[in-house]
């Protein structure tokens, strides 16, 4: 089964700068890739999905490419803001309905 | 719109109780699934639910653990009898039966076994 690596250390940045995580899997490329947020004692909220034929994704501040080739996806915010601070979780299908989620990064935007 | 909702938000209670743990979907939503989530583990899905069937339960840790989902509005997941190991977040997700569709998560419960 696919194994999913986030960086385990926060991230920390400045207001206004741009935040990028990484999200690294294992095995075969899935057919599409997901990004969450999650805020302390809250479930986690869907933010953007991408398949496997889609090298990029953008909603506002957001954006997601896809690297088949590397097994990696960057999740980058741009003009990022204190409210911005949260965890991220990438999660991707495993075989069919399955979906298997990373541990998540913590990421610190300072004002 | 009403989202997922979980109850109880927190459960303490002390070894070897029962413990029941309860999840209403989001109307409309066929595929329900219950994860546990940790800092040593992370968010674990331990199991699916597709048309209130039973798809996949090879996440469930042990036979303590049982889900039912008698009707598609309704979901327990129970844990007979509960250790100090249990105690974890358990979130409750759903979402449409069509493919690559996002989960909506309910804000779990925080479950603690003394």
């Known amino acids: 089964s696919q194994k999913i690596e986030q960086n385990s250390e926060a991230l920390n940045i400045q207001e206004g700068k741009t935040a990028t995580l990484t999200c690294n899997y294992t095995n075969y490329s899935p057919a599409y890739l997901q990004w969450y947020r999650q805020d302390p004692g809250r479930g986690p909220v869907f933010l953007l999905l991408?398949?496997?034929?889609?090298k990029e994704k953008r909603k506002e501040r957001l954006k997601v490419t896809f690297d088949t080739t590397l097994k990696q996806s960057l999740f980058h915010i741009t003009a990022s803001q204190p409210a911005d601070s949260a965890t991220y979780l990438c999660?991707?299908?495993?075989?069919?309905?399955?979906?298997?989620f990373g541990a998540g990064t913590r990421l610190f935007v300072k004002a | 719109d009403a989202g997922v909702i979980q109850s109880p938000r927190h459960e303490v209670t002390e070894m070897g109780q029962e413990v029941t743990l309860r999840c209403k979907p989001i109307?409309?939503?066929?595929?329900l699934f219950w994860y546990r989530q940790t800092m040593m583990r992370g968010l674990e899905l331990l199991i699916y639910f597709n048309n209130n069937v039973p798809i996949d339960d090879s996440g469930m840790p042990e036979d303590r653990f049982s889900a039912k989902m008698p009707n598609a509005s309704f979901s327990t997941l129970k844990i007979q009898p509960s250790e100090p190991r249990d105690s974890a977040v358990y979130f409750c997700?759903?979402?449409?039966?069509?493919?690559?569709?996002?989960?909506?998560f309910g804000d779990g419960t925080r479950l603690s076994i003394l």
């Open positions: 999660a991707l299908e495993d075989g069919g309905f399955k979906t298997i």
């Open positions: 991408i398949r496997e034929n889609e």
């Open positions: 997700a759903s979402s449409e039966d069509r493919g690559y569709q996002p989960q909506h």
């Open positions: 109307s409309g939503h066929n595929s």
